[in-house]
């Protein structure tokens, strides 16, 4: 008895929603804290895994399709040149500020989404070319999706929190850090 496999078709886009996105990321997250430590990650690092789930697809979309900056939705944070110096400055920044694990779990995310978006194409083979953008050319897509307006609205007030969350994160983090100089 012969079992086939079936055959990846490739040139159908996978369609992946944000909470897929979310758990895609969270599940390996949380298989890690479970077998490791025995517990489940922190509201903080699962906040950062659903942010860096997230954050391709709230930063690409209305960059390609309402300001039409990028050939696709699915490039730039989904392209691995772009993704992995983010994710290097993340960890750096997660190390400097004693907080890894939320840092390695914005990673888990960031590094995660495109994989859920080109699973089609990683299973039959092949690395798309949206994920080596600006390396490699990808094709323009010019219809826009019925969701454009809406979506851009709400990427617009998440990166616009997410700005400010960061600004002052790092803003009292550099406090801490002339405090801690000036008191030794």
Partial sequence: MTVEVPKVDSTVPSR???????????????????????????????????????????VDKPLAHSLSLLPSGRVFLHSLPIAIPIA??????????????????????????PVGDFDTELLGGSVPAHMLWPLVPVETRFTEPFWTVPWTLFSAVVLACLAVLLARDVWVQLRTTERRDASD
């Fill in 88 to 113: 290097i400055v993340a960890m750096a920044y997660g190390w400097q500020t004693n907080r890894v694990s939320m840092a390695g779990g914005f990673v888990v995310g960031l590094l995660l989404h």
């Fill in 16 to 58: 992946v929603y944000p909470h897929t996105h979310v758990l895609i990321a969270l599940c390996p997250v949380l298989a890690y804290y479970a077998l490791r430590h025995r517990r489940l990650p922190s509201w903080h690092v699962i906040s950062a895994v659903a942010v860096g789930s997230l954050l391709p697809d709230l």
